[in-house]
């Protein structure tokens, strides 16, 4: 293809999901700014978003905040502390405000190793299990569920030890025909610029437990509730009302959202399958695994691994030239857990190699203009052995 077809291409890419419901959002902020009520206690966006959140998961509540990693502090401080030396263990990708969030409220991150689905299984979590364990953080990744979610939460709840799940990059994501975020205490979303619902920044915390519910809305800045007799102050992660109301029409409309980028997610797992370089692609067929499958995912993102981080780094700089939205986890990456300062480390080691890893977003395009999206990441991953050790 030229370049002037390429450059048509993605001049008809839409990466920023959150700019198809601009409408509806501004109609909403306009009430918000309009009313002149934008504290959360007093109007009724934030209520409202909380209670979607809520029905959409199957949870009794929400609590919604300033940030998602203001959520996990606020849901961490709120537990009460069972053991004087507590551990938590984390998973080994995810975003380096968990093990700052674990450390922050007086515990001990320990982390568990990812797998070819790049979460732990229950078989990489039971080996780092303590007396003083009292958490496992599983995070839903790259728009997939962790697969070994049920089994995780069932090993756990024998053992008495809570189970969060970080959904912070799975809205939309499934597990058995369920949304993620169910299985555990409490589940964490995030509502950050890059996620499909997308505010800027902002998260949400979904519970069965009403005293954690009334705890959290308490040390998080309602005033209007006394403060439970274990909690150490009050602060104010409060979401705001226009967060809220930017926030609501995105969640309304997330499952049109998914039914408009599998097509072309089907599409790019059909083409990458027939290059050579790739050792294996995520999400997979159903048939090779049921919860990692196309239609567990939410659609957004098409994972890879090649054969070494030479090969991942060489498709990761064609595709950054292209102008093509992708992920490549290399040195430095904040997601990795080698990246993060003052974080204990896991002894049972590496299973995989992050940096062998790289995947592709998926644009909202026209169906007319999928055949050469396809063919600008087939040109990209269609590369000799010479090439890459001269990348």
């Given at each position: ?196 619902v997308a505010t800027g920044e902002g998260g949400v915390i979904a519970t069965d437990d009403s005293h954690l519910l009334h ?49 072309l997610q089907d599409a790019l797992i059909d083409r990458i399958e027939d290059v050579a370089i790739t050792r294996s692609i ?110």
């Amino acid at each position: 293809m030229d370049i002037t077809g390429q450059t048509r291409v993605l001049d008809e890419a839409v990466y920023q999901y959150s700019t198809l419901t601009t409408t509806d959002q501004l109609e909403r902020i306009t009430r918000v700014v309009s009313s002149g009520t934008l504290s959360a206690i007093a109007g009724d966006q934030v209520r409202e978003f909380e209670q979607h959140v809520a029905g959409h998961l199957g949870r009794q509540g929400a609590v919604a905040t300033a940030s998602a990693t203001a959520a996990l502090e606020l849901l961490l401080e709120c537990l009460p502390q069972r053991e004087q030396n507590e551990r938590v263990v984390i998973p080994e990708v995810c975003w380096i405000s968990v093990p700052t969030a674990v450390l922050r409220s007086g515990r001990t991150p320990i982390i568990a190793p990812a797998t070819n689905d790049l979460t732990p299984h229950w078989e990489q979590i039971e080996p780092l299990l303590h007396e003083c364990t009292t958490a496992v953080i599983l995070a839903h990744v790259r728009g997939r569920p962790a697969p070994d979610t049920q089994r995780i939460a069932d090993e756990l709840t024998q053992r008495g030890i809570t189970l969060i799940e970080d959904c912070a990059q799975a809205w939309g994501t499934a597990l058995n025909q369920q949304p993620v975020g169910h299985h555990g205490l409490a589940a964490v979303f995030s509502t950050e610029t890059h996620k499909l619902v997308a505010t800027g920044e902002g998260g949400v915390i979904a519970t069965d437990d009403s005293h954690l519910l009334h705890a959290m809305r308490a040390v998080g800045g309602n005033t209007r509730l006394a403060l439970p007799d274990t909690a150490q102050g009050r602060g104010n992660v409060r979401m705001s009302e226009i967060t809220a109301a930017s926030a609501l029409p995105q969640l309304n409309y997330l499952d049109d959202l998914l039914q408009v980028l599998r097509p072309l997610q089907d599409a790019l797992i059909d083409r990458i399958e027939d290059v050579a370089i790739t050792r294996s692609i995520l999400p997979t067929s159903v048939e090779q695994s049921p919860d990692l499958g196309a239609d567990a995912s939410n659609g957004s993102l098409v994972g890879v691994w090649l054969p070494t981080p030479r090969h991942s780094h060489h498709v990761a700089d064609q595709l950054f030239r292209s102008g093509i939205r992708h992920w490549w986890p290399g040195p430095g990456d904040p997601h990795l857990a080698q990246n993060w300062p003052s974080t204990p480390t896991t002894s049972i080691g590496h299973i995989v190699d992050p940096a062998c890893y790289l995947d592709i977003q998926i644009p909202v395009l026209d169906e007319s203009h999928h055949p050469a999206f396809l063919d600008l990441i087939t040109s990209a991953l269609r590369l000799t052995e010479d090439e890459c050790e001269t990348a």
